[in-house]
């Protein structure tokens, strides 16, 4: 009976041995496997920071091209504007000398005082015959040169009563070039009045 308690003593040992080789096991494969939601967590970390990075630089080419085509469009505008500028001041040259070289017009009364002068240089014995005047020429109108003719599709779409930028967008145009044309033919029907 002495063998008993050895037996119990043998057996309780060998239960502690089975025993430590699986609670290490156990342990192992649990820090390994939360090893590998770390790694998991990191990987998928640095991954969004790529994505992130990626989308960065994609905006930031997007706001580059942006600004490029801001920068071109606004060159462009910016030569039509000069151009614009370049032929009014062509424009106002020009009627600045046809207005020059007419000769004054005298008014009917100022005709006939000039005609009825006692010093007009006709003898006394020649009879003036009085004759109507003619009618005082016109104004001209420079068909060639109006705002109207230039842009006839703009002023009947203006007519039809399209907004400014209903007439830009159809006729390809900026909306403050369209307002600059209506406005610089409002002031050139002013001056013909």
């Known amino acids: 009976m002495v063998m008993q308690p050895v037996l119990y003593v043998i057996l309780l040992g060998l239960v502690m041995i089975v025993y430590a080789r699986f609670i290490p096991k156990e342990q192992t494969t649990a820090s390994s496997a939360s090893a590998t939601v770390v790694q998991e967590i990191e990987d998928t970390i640095e991954h969004f920071a790529a994505e992130m ?102 002023f009947t779409l203006h007519d039809q009563g399209k907004s400014v930028e209903a007439i830009a967008k159809k006729l390809s145009m900026n909306k403050g070039e369209v307002s600059l044309i209506l406005q610089l033919s409002r002031q050139e029907e002013r001056t013909r009045v």
Do not use: C, W
């Open 53 to 154: 990075d990626e989308q960065n630089q994609a905006m930031l080419d997007l706001f580059s091209k942006t600004k490029q085509d801001y920068e071109v469009e606004l060159a462009k505008l910016a030569g039509r504007l000069e151009t614009l500028e370049r032929q009014k001041h062509e424009l106002s040259k020009e009627l600045t000398t046809l207005h020059v070289s007419q000769p004054p017009v005298l008014s009917p009364a100022e005709m006939l005082s000039a005609l009825n002068a006692p010093n007009h240089g006709i003898p006394a014995s020649v009879n003036v015959i009085e004759t109507a005047p003619d009618p005082l020429p016109e104004e001209p109108v420079y068909v060639g040169l109006s705002m109207k003719s230039r842009y006839s599709e703009l």
